[in-house]
């Protein structure tokens, strides 16, 4: 059993401090927003989230080409962390966004581009998971994994576009002037430096969770390799 | 029942290794010879590709097994269609390219399945592997032959489905569109039907890893035939179309990149 190593338990420590630090900027340094109030404040975590979501999407493929390029079982173990993460915190993103829905557009959901291509997204993973869990041999597993891994990815922004063609009504914070999006807003400094903070909050979260994670895959590999000797 | 696999190339191919290995010539012929091996190389591979497409199209003009399952279940589909959603005048004039391409994705997975499930069974796909020929040749092989029966099906059901609901689908537009979108179909299924052969799950992983990733192709197909059927202006008709060769173009390049792992043994 390797030890855990101690920049981990350093690295844990400080996505501790950080991210509380970016949960008392949104409730008290952050202003209320005029409008939309206390719910605005969904807003943070809320592209926080889909940040991570994509970033881990973003790993797996990288992951999967180098893991074609080089066939290093390590890159295999880091293209499956990174998915598994990326779809929890897409899952985030989508819940996170529904609550803020609800007042704002008064309903739960509504099939707008980036709804759609983020529920898209979840079913690609979806099926990376279960193409996974139908094979056997780990050499074919890490190989379709990365494949999937590269094809998923690439369809994203594609669905994306796809959708886009119709009208959105999801408000575009940062960047483009969309005057048929509902519940826009105008960042003050102080929100902007809030949202800043929770970007890095949530990506000290993701570089955690994923350093737990590759080093679970490597622990799990190691487990099976001292079953298959104990069985022989 | 015919053997499945008549693939027999007539001549290996050049052994590249092989030729660089013999000592260095001068410029002149290195650039002679270079020219003549990758000529050599291309009508090689096309060769290959051709025996691939040739030996599918054979066996199925001999068993006929999946063109007339697929066109079954295609018109079972439609038929399907018109009692959920009561295919009445109204109706049909907003949702016949929905229909239509519902059928096509359907009928197309089953096809998909089939056709690499047959490689599977009897070992062909191992033989296939052996053949001293380019493996993307017996992908763009078999994703040739997938059209030809997509697109068959197709111009079964398009005449059938004018007769049915008294709509004129043969429109020089909407065939372009059913072209361009069954390419985009087939070279991403292709690619996904021989991983799913080779899964456990194997029967319900195609459609589950398909659709997803097919949703671009899915929605500008049906947008820009649900364009033509209406009549609609051009303007609003060329993103999806320009949407519909991206598509084709990003996957049978990625599809060409990637073959090779995934029938790698």
């Not at chain 1, 590759?214 to 099976?224: C, F, I, N, S, T």
């Amino acid at each position: 059993m390797q030890a855990k190593p101690r920049w981990l338990s350093i690295l844990d420590g400080v996505t501790a401090v950080i991210f509380a630090a970016a949960v008392a900027m949104v409730f008290f340094y952050a202003p209320e927003e005029a409008v939309m109030g206390m719910v605005q404040k969904v807003f943070y975590f809320h592209v926080s989230a889909g940040w991570v979501g994509m970033l881990g999407f973003l790993v797996a493929m990288i992951a999967g080409i180098i893991y074609l390029r080089t066939g290093d079982h390590k890159w295999d173990i880091a293209g499956l962390a990174a998915v598994e993460i990326g779809m929890v915190f897409a899952l985030i993103n989508i819940v996170s966004g529904s609550i803020w829905a609800r007042p704002i557009w008064n309903t739960w959901w509504t099939w707008d581009p980036r709804l759609t291509t983020a529920t898209i997204m979840e079913l690609i993973y979806a099926a990376y998971l279960m193409l996974r869990a139908g094979i056997e041999d780990p050499d074919r597993r890490a190989r379709f994994g990365a494949v999937y891994a590269i094809i998923g990815f690439i369809s994203v922004p594609l669905t994306f576009l796809s959708i886009r063609i119709f009208r959105t009504i999801h408000p575009v914070v940062i960047g483009g002037e969309d005057p048929s999006a509902k519940g826009a807003f105008d960042m003050t400094p102080k929100m902007l430096q809030t949202f800043m903070f929770s970007l890095l909050a949530f990506s000290f979260v993701f570089a955690d969770l994923f350093w737990h994670r590759v080093r679970l895959g490597q622990l799990a590999d190691k487990v099976e390799q001292l079953r298959l000797k104990l069985i022989q | 029942m015919p053997p499945k696999s008549i693939l027999t190339p007539e001549k290996p191919a050049e052994m590249p290794a092989l030729k660089r290995a013999k000592e260095p010539a001068p410029a002149s012929r290195v650039e002679a010879t270079r020219a003549a091996s990758a000529d050599r190389r291309a009508s090689s591979f096309l060769r290959a590709m051709a025996a691939v497409l040739w030996k599918d199209l054979a066996a199925e003009l001999r068993s006929r097994e999946m063109i007339s399952a697929m066109l079954v279940f295609a018109l079972l589909v439609i038929l399907i269609f018109n009692f959920a959603l009561e295919l009445d005048a109204q109706a049909r004039a907003n949702v016949t390219a929905g229909v239509l391409w519902v059928t096509f994705a359907f009928a197309g997975t089953l096809g998909l399945n089939r056709s690499m499930a047959i490689e599977k069974d009897r070992g062909c796909l191992d033989g296939l592997l052996l053949a001293p020929v380019d493996r993307s040749a017996i992908y763009f092989g078999k994703a040739l032959g997938n059209l030809v029966f997509m697109l068959t099906v197709a111009a079964i059901v398009l005449p059938v489905y004018s007769l049915l609901y008294n709509i004129n689908t043969l429109l020089p537009g909407l065939i372009g569109v059913v072209l361009l979108g069954s390419i985009g179909y087939v070279a991403v299924g292709t690619l996904l039907a021989s991983m799913a052969v080779q899964a456990r799950t194997r029967d319900i992983l195609l459609p589950i890893l398909l659709f997803p990733v097919a949703v671009p192709v899915v929605v500008a197909a049906v947008k820009a035939s649900s364009g033509f059927l209406q009549a609609a202006d051009m303007a609003d008709i060329w993103p999806w179309i320009n949407l519909l060769i991206a598509y084709d173009v990003i996957f049978v390049a990625v599809a060409y990149m990637v073959f090779d792992y995934v029938v790698e043994e």
